[in-house]
């Protein structure tokens, strides 16, 4: 096998090699390949990096304009290299270094967390120091494998453009093929692989792609070079093209990747801020762009100036920002209406999702991806120089990408907002456009620039309808369908109020006032508090259930992950701890809970130290210890909080932990299958042996220790002032009312088992499983299964019933039971029980047993409840007492004070249950006799009713 030539062509022109159709066909399939290798790399890096650097956005772009500054380094540095050496041979090694850099990434970039960490720890509280220390250490720990990736564009082009005249197509056809390949990695990797295997996994499989590519060359070669005369000559444009197009080259690279930016925050807003969207952004981007650098080798396009092309783009590029800065609050509108024909569910719902992606950001994308070609055809007319001056506008572009990845996220959504960005951008382009050499511009450049200009100035004063941007399309977008059907769409969205709308480097931030006057905090078009009352009780619980554990131990350190309205930091200042510390990914949900939810959070003063930063990496990070971790992020479908929910992540909450400290970890089902609740549920058990769970309309409380627990009576029963009174509030009177949301103890937890893997950092399926669900409201569907799992539950609740000389007294329950009827006191506990639908589906009780030693038995419940009890609820509770009861018939039992709905039995065995109200405490009672020696029959039955009594 002969190999390439060391040099191109090895004549002294420095013309090109020829290169056989054959050789092309086969190259191009290298490309596609080197192109899916090289994105399915990218996402597989960038998801372990954030897991050390952190997931919020400064995190991800400086990982990210790292990762791009190595490109850029690499196709300066080997652009120079390609036309000195074989570019096939060059090729050939560099694909060889990728594939070897990602066959060791899995040890190489995991050893960076703890150099990171003490970085972290020196440089806490120096904000601009980390940021810098964040953007070398990604640099370092991708600089290898960006720095060669860069390299293979250069490369490519210098091996392909076999004849100089026909440069801009072969151009045009590298750089078209290799992104159509990075696209089919932007849909493959996470709606096929990621879903259903470990992250290296993928990495290994896609290492074999890469090592087919360098094996591959070596069995195809390009033919001998053509002889000397053959050879056209050099072009060389005009002198001042050199000193403007590079520039906007850079300009092209900036916009372009400034506008995906833009994208990906606008359509989360519509489409939710899954991994999906994300994708499918970034796959319709790809796909756009490298059809259109296909589209140069047309041969009209072909045969057209090259400098006249990529002027021409940017004047379409500049008109078609102009309308999306118009049109995007509409979106939502037009989903809608896509919706309602339709069928519903996860494959209708992506589908409409990337038709819209689709018609909104595909054209603009296909004349970036004439744009790129173009200019390079154009710039790259001497051909000694093909390899550097490729590597060197490759570099520029690169370069540009980098900044805006920086620029946006740091300055352009705070300063301007989502529409003032793209406003900001078309004006770029324009005067992109306007900055280019006269001899690039079409022959009607002048209206088209008078023509964007006057639709620059008209679109100024113009503003988006901000409740377009709260129909729910992000989380519940069967609802805002149900609305349009029933016609009341519009009365709706009238009746919005919109009282905030922030946006900052992490999220369009709003605070939204409903027509029934409750207000709600959205982040990216999705609700994710409010002062509705289940979110009401939701929030504070999770600030109030781990001190019921702890008790009243002094001064606890406290650490609250997400803020959100406030409310759970809140509840956790009541317990007055010695350190208060909340991380809060967004400034502007910091605002906007300290203006808007003052009523929930006391206004957020006196609440300790709020840091704005990514919990997950600042827990990992820093070297404290608290007594009490609470964690109430968003969903898991939300892109980066499904690292909230992994075994790592309990890890390091358990790690942050002094010896007994408690963990409170918010999880929900609403909109969830049971198999994943219990999946997740399974997770936390892994790292944490002793967990209780507790079950709200929709939401999951898991409370996690190292140590068994046990809740504290008094602080159940007798919490302070104000946490009571927070309580009262809620509904929750008597405050052990509560344990109406008991679910599951430790050994049902244990007991729970699942047939799902742990939810891993590697392996996140709940990540990619939680976004198909979002048509479903499994609510009513899970709560079954709650019923199934555990129709009774008891808190780890210790209970001692006091005796004297005449009673049996239980005080938690409020009921004395009198002696002298051969009983002996057998247990006292609290206990959840499900008793049926509808008035009264699940009630905590008080539930003290007595025996007499022969099988007879009493049974006093006092009922835990905020509310009378009603006649139906009471009926369908005594029902439950009287299961297996075949003789049982309703009674009523009037003694001189009382009335009793009760059930009896006369046996044999004589058998009654019956309930009734204490009324100076107001609470509900029910007792059960069933076989007692010393009541056989009604008469005893109502000796020894009479010496019950209400305790005090």
């Known amino acids: 096998m002969t190999a390439a030539p060391r040099r191109s ?9 020829e290169v056989s159709a054959p050789f092309v066909r086969a190259f191009i399939l290298f490309l596609a390949l080197s192109g899916y290798c ?34 850029g380094s690499g196709s300066w540095w080997f652009g120079r290299v390609a036309d000195r050496v074989a570019p096939l041979v060059l090729y050939r090694w560099l694909e060889f270094g990728i594939g070897a850099f990602a066959l060791l990434s899995p040890m190489l970039l995991p050893a960076g967390s703890g150099p990171y960490q003490t970085v972290f720890r020196m440089l806490d509280g120096s904000p601009t120091l980390l940021f810098g220390a964040k953007f070398f250490l990604g640099f370092v720990m991708l600089f290898i494998p960006s720095f060669l990736m860069g390299g293979t564009l250069p490369a490519a082009v210098r091996l392909l453009a076999d004849r100089f005249d026909a440069r801009g197509g072969r151009i045009a056809l590298v750089y078209g093929v290799n992104t159509l390949g990075a696209c089919a990695a ?24 890469n090592i087919s590519v360098f094996i591959g060359t070596f069995f195809v070669r390009p033919p001998p070079p053509p002889p000397a005369s053959s050879a056209p000559a050099a072009l060389t444009p005009a002198p001042h093209s050199f000193k403007l197009l590079p520039g906007a080259l850079f300009m092209t690279g900036f916009i372009s990747i400034a506008l995906e930016t833009v994208w990906n925050r606008l359509f989360a807003l519509h489409l939710t801020s899954s991994i999906y969207t994300f994708s499918l952004v970034l796959a319709v981007y790809l796909a756009a762009v490298g059809t259109g650098s296909l589209l140069l080798g047309h041969p009209r396009l072909r045969r057209a100036d090259p400098g006249r092309v990529f002027a021409a783009t940017l004047l379409g590029i500049t008109v078609l920002i102009l309308l999306q800065a118009l049109l995007f609050d509409r979106v939502s509108l037009l989903q809608l209406w896509l919706l309602d024909r339709t069928p519903l569910g996860f494959a209708g719902y992506i589908g409409i999702g990337s ?3 689709v018609l909104m950001t595909a054209p603009i994308n296909l004349l970036f991806g004439l744009s790129f070609p173009s200019a390079l055809a154009f710039l790259t007319r001497d051909p000694a120089s093909l390899g550097t001056r490729t590597g060197l506008l490759a570099a520029l572009n690169t370069l540009g990408t980098t900044a805006a990845s920086l620029v946006v996220t740091f300055a352009g959504y705070r300063l301007l907002g989502s529409r003032g960005v793209l406003l900001a951008l078309a004006a770029l382009t324009l005067l992109t456009f306007l900055l280019l050499p006269r001899a690039t511009k079409p022959l009607s450049w002048r209206w088209w620039v008078a023509g964007s200009a006057v639709l620059l100035l008209a679109l100024l ?27 009341e769409l519009d009365a709706y969205r009238n009746g919005l109020r919109i ?10 931030v709003s605070v939204c006032q409903h027509p029934d006057g409750h207000r709600i905090l959205y982040i990216n078009g999705k609700p994710d508090a409010s002062d509705y009352p289940g979110d009401r009780l939701a929030q504070f619980l999770c600030g109030h259930l781990p001190f019921l554990y702890r008790g009243r131990m002094p001064a606890p350190e406290v650490f609250v992950l997400g803020l959100g309205s406030g409310s759970t930091t809140y509840a956790a200042s009541l317990h007055q701890p010695a350190r208060l510390e909340t991380a809060e990914i967004s400034q502007a949900v910091v605002e ?53 929910f992994t075994e790592e992540f309990f890890r390091t909450v358990r790690s942050r932990l002094r010896p007994g400290g408690l963990f409170c970890q918010w999880f929900y089902y609403y909109r969830m299958d049971y198999e994943y609740v219990r999946g997740l549920v399974s997770t936390l058990h892994r790292t944490f042996p002793h967990v209780n769970a507790f079950s709200l309309s929709g939401d999951l409380l898991l409370i996690a220790s190292e140590r068994p627990l046990t809740m504290d009576l008094e602080a159940l029963t007798a919490p302070d002032p104000a946490v009571r009174d927070a309580l009262a509030l809620l509904g929750l009177t008597p405050p052990e009312s509560l344990l109406n949301h008991f679910l599951w103890n430790e050994e049902q937890i244990a007991s729970l088992g699942t047939t799902l893997p742990p939810n891993r950092d590697d392996r996140s399926w709940l990540e990619f499983q939680a976004p198909r669900y979002i048509f479903q409201d499994r609510t009513e569907v899970n709560q079954n299964r709650f019923r199934e799992s555990a129709p009774e539950s008891s808190p780890p609740l210790g209970l001692t019933g006091r005796s004297s000389a005449r009673a049996f007294e239980f005080p938690e329950m409020g009921l004395a039971l009198p002696r002298g009827w051969g009983l002996a006191p057998a247990s006292y506990r609290a206990v959840r029980r499900f008793f049926g639908r509808g008035t009264l589906v699940t009630n905590a009780l008080w539930e003290a047993r007595l025996e007499d030693g022969g099988g007879g038995r009493a049974v006093a419940t006092g009922l835990i409840l905020s509310g009378p009890l009603s006649p139906q609820a009471t009926e369908i509770f005594l029902r439950s007492q009287v299961e297996g009861w075949p003789n049982a018939v309703p009674v009523t039992v009037t003694l001189p004070r009382h009335e009793y709905t009760a059930f009896v039995s006369d046996g044999p065995p004589f058998r009654w249950t019956g309930a009734w109200y204490c009324e100076h405490s107001g609470r509900a009672f029910a007792l059960t006799i069933d076989s007692l020696d010393a009541v056989p029959g009604r008469e005893a039955l109502l000796r020894f009713l009479q010496e019950v009594r209400c305790h005090p």
């Not at 062509?9 to 090699?17: F, V």
């Not at 890096?45 to 954030?50: I, V």
């Not at 932007?186 to 792609?209: E, R």
């Open 592 to 644: 906007c809970a300290r203006a808007h939810f003052t009523g929930l959070n006391g206004g957020l003063t006196g609440m300790g130290s709020i840091r704005v930063e990514d919990g997950r990496h600042y827990l990992q990070s820093t070297d404290r210890r608290f007594d009490v971790i609470i964690s109430e992020p968003s969903n898991p479908w939300i892109a980066g909080i499904s690292s909230l």
């Open 355 to 357: 038709l819209l992606i």
């Open 499 to 508: 009282l905030a709308f922030q946006e900052d480097s992490e999220a369009v």
């Open 461 to 487: 004063p113009l503003r988006w309808n901000l409740t377009n941007f709260h129909l729910l399309l992000a989380q519940k977008p069967d609802w805002a369908l149900e609305l349009l059907r029933d016609g």
């Open 186 to 209: 932007a849909l493959v990797v996470p709606f096929l692989l990621l879903p259903s295997m470990d992250q290296p996994t993928i990495l290994y499989l896609t290492v074999l792609g």
């Open 9 to 17: 062509g090895g004549r002294k022109d420095g013309a090109p090699t």
């Open 38 to 71: 090289s994105v399915s790399f990218e996402i597989l890096w960038l998801r372990s990096l954030h897991l050390i650097l952190g997931s919020d956005s400064h995190a991800v772009a400086l990982v990210l304009a790292a990762f791009m500054a190595g490109l």
